[in-house]
């Protein structure tokens, strides 16, 4: 067996969801969702980055679903999720989503820890004023993410700040060039863009099946609505326990968005800063962004489990 395929076959599985969901969104749009861990146990919600998918989360799915009630989901044309027209790539479109995956996965009322990822982050920031949100969030981890001038902050083309390297960004992040193959040579572009110089070559291989996997349309799309994101009314909408973890190696979404985030939320409960990390943190630095969520949900959930079970998973369960 050659090399490549010995890595490929002691590379762990995806964690296996205790059940399966679909969340429809207001413009119909059929969401994947994912519910891991014991039926009664405080909540977390997991929503990931651009070009990657619930299997980003494997980490974090499969500690913390010992004693959580963990959900995760594929953002609209990610993994097992529908692609959609061109009109439904925005940032509104991002916000209608999660808000029904919160009301698909949980019960009124009931309020979770949400934990986003770059996109996923953004997610959160672009629903913070909706009625979902207030309803079922209980704390918030921005993870390696930012709220606005990405392109023109990012580190991924090595020259000085300028129109010149903001055109040339946006040009290589919203190319609609194939990405191929995982090979050696995308591994170590991709290990160059998103990850920190000492990030262990398994962990490289995982992202890069993970982005590669990513449409291309897909890709392209969101890199649009990217480029011109402005969430910065967001930010100060989210007037919860909101915690702030970036890698200082992040060429993609620089530390200084994260500082700026935690200057910014009105209720920052602190900012961790992973030295040498890049921007696939959760990847990169597991145990630390888990623990950060951990430290959430046993601050801010109660640790009790409901007496009965819900009506509507009774319902699924005669179904």
Known sequence: MSRLLKRFATAPSPPVPARELTAVSADGSRLHVEVHGPAGAPAVVLAHGWTCSTHFWAAQIRELAADHRVVAYDQRGHGRTPAVARAGHTTEALADDLEAVLTAALEPGERAVL???????????????????????????????????????????????????????????GSRAPLGPVTPVSKGILRYATMGPGTAPERVTECARIVHACPRPTRVAWARVLAGLDLDAGVREMRLPTAVVAGTADRLTPIVHARALAASLPECVGLTELAGMGHMTPVEAPEAVTAEIRRLADNQLRRTAPALPDARRKQEENA
């Open 115 to 173: 934990a986003g990822h770059s996109m996923g982050g953004m997610t959160l920031m672009a629903a913070a004023g909706r009625p979902g949100f207030a309803e079922h969030a209980a704390a918030a981890v921005l993870c390696s993410t930012g709220s606005s001038r990405l392109v023109a902050e990012s580190l991924v083309v090595p020259m000085r700040a300028g129109g010149l390297r903001t055109r040339l960004t946006g040009a290589i992040l």
